[in-house]
């Protein structure tokens, strides 16, 4: 079956402008996750939709950064006003109701001028 | 602050070798562990779970996880040059489906 998808792959914006990403889970999968991981570095966990529950918002580094989900399908992250320290790719993963592994998709790679 | 460390290496292993990866994690109450496989320019693909102490094996992939030392490695039976890639150890430290802890990722290369 189809796995994660996000769009754009690509995105080079310039600094001070806010940038939205998408992420579409796998059919059926309740949990969504955003990480980002910055060039030569680990994953960093960034936020958590379980179905209707309230996000976990943790690890949003800024309050530039924002992330909404409806229901159970796509998600939006978006981030207003990017700064240079903003580039990195951008992970988007999901897993299904009751299941703790997580799946990724091939992430957009954000380049802030 | 949750840590999970990991060699960066590059660990390099000879074709046909076993590769052993290891990795330490700070959380004592962390609950569910896992093993992805990063290509350079990809997204890490899942190739191993564990979450009882002992060994799991699955083809060429063991996961091993020591709890009480908060240890937890993975080996490679019979390396292949297609295995070379950087591997990243999560850690999940609450009992649901949270967000995961990586480390850095140990760099694995296995020469032909």
């Known amino acids: 079956g189809a796995g994660v998808s996000q769009s754009p792959s690509n995105k080079v914006t310039e600094k001070g402008k806010d940038v939205e990403l998408r992420c579409d889970p796998i059919?059926?999968?309740?949990?969504l996750y955003w990480y980002r991981q910055r060039l030569g570095q680990g994953l960093e966990f960034l936020i958590y939709?379980?179905?209707?529950?309230?996000?976990?918002k943790s690890g949003l580094p800024s309050d530039r950064f924002s992330a909404e989900r409806t229901g159970e399908s796509v998600s939006t992250l978006t981030i207003q006003r990017t700064q240079q320290e903003d580039s990195a790719v951008y992970l988007c993963?999901?897993?299904?109701?009751?299941?703790?592994?997580?799946?990724f998709g091939p992430g957009t790679r954000l380049t802030v001028l | 602050q949750k840590e999970v460390e990991q060699n960066s290496g590059p660990l390099s292993v000879p074709e046909g070798a076993i590769a052993s990866l290891n990795c330490t994690y700070s959380?004592?109450?962390?609950?569910?562990f896992f093993w992805y496989r990063q290509y350079s320019g990809k997204s890490p693909e899942l190739i191993m779970s564990?979450?009882?102490?002992g060994d799991k094996e699955d083809g060429r992939f063991t996961a091993q996880l020591n709890k009480a030392s908060q240890y937890v490695s993975l080996l490679i039976r019979d390396s292949q040059p297609s295995d070379s890639a950087t591997y990243l150890c999560?850690?999940?430290?609450?009992?649901?489906?949270?967000?995961?802890?990586f480390g850095k990722g140990t760099h694995l290369i296995i020469q032909p």
């Open positions: 993963a999901s897993s299904p109701r009751g299941g703790l592994e997580q799946f």
């Open positions: 564990i979450y009882s102490n």
């Open positions: 059919s059926g999968h309740t949990a």
């Open positions: 999560a850690v999940n430290s609450g009992g649901g489906a949270d967000g995961l802890t």
């Open positions: 959380d004592r109450v962390s609950q569910s």
């Open positions: 939709f379980q179905g209707n529950s309230a996000p976990d």
